[in-house]
């Protein structure tokens, strides 16, 4: 199965946990913010991905206990410059303000505010802008 159809199927049997965080993060609910779900990146499918932020969130299962592979795969994902946020499926489900607030947090710092504008008189001697 290929990546992109790997990723659809992923979508369409999410865990409970992913659900609920996806309920949170679509449609642009924090705080403004897109996500994408169960995303294609290099060799890897993420749960979450903030592209803006370069912010991955993943869910994770028992299965993921002490496991080599998501070592290698964070240490790969963090390499092209991401942030990789894991939580437990039971910290989604029992604590899901305090993971939505980690997540707007990490977010936050990599999705700096844009430049202000500077102030009248200072563009050029003439006000006008230089370039």
Do not use: C
Not at 32 to 45: A, H, L, S
Not at 88 to 112: C, F, M, R, Y
């Amino acid at each position: 199965m290929d990546q992109q159809q790997f990723a659809k199927t992923l979508r369409q049997n999410m865990t409970d946990a992913e659900q609920l965080l996806w309920r949170h993060l679509r449609a642009h609910r924090l705080d403004g913010q897109k996500f994408r779900r169960q995303q294609p990146i290099g060799p890897y499918v993420v749960d979450f991905v903030h592209f803006g932020a370069r912010v991955i969130v993943e869910a994770d299962g028992g299965q993921h206990n002490d496991n080599a592979d998501d070592q290698v795969r964070d240490t790969w994902l963090i390499s092209q410059g991401f942030k990789v946020l894991r939580f437990w499926n039971d910290q989604i489900l029992q604590s899901t303000d305090s993971v939505l607030e980690v997540i707007w947090v990490a977010v936050a710092d990599g999705n700096p505010s844009p430049p202000a504008p500077l102030p009248q008189g200072e563009r050029g001697d003439d006000g006008s802008a230089t370039g």
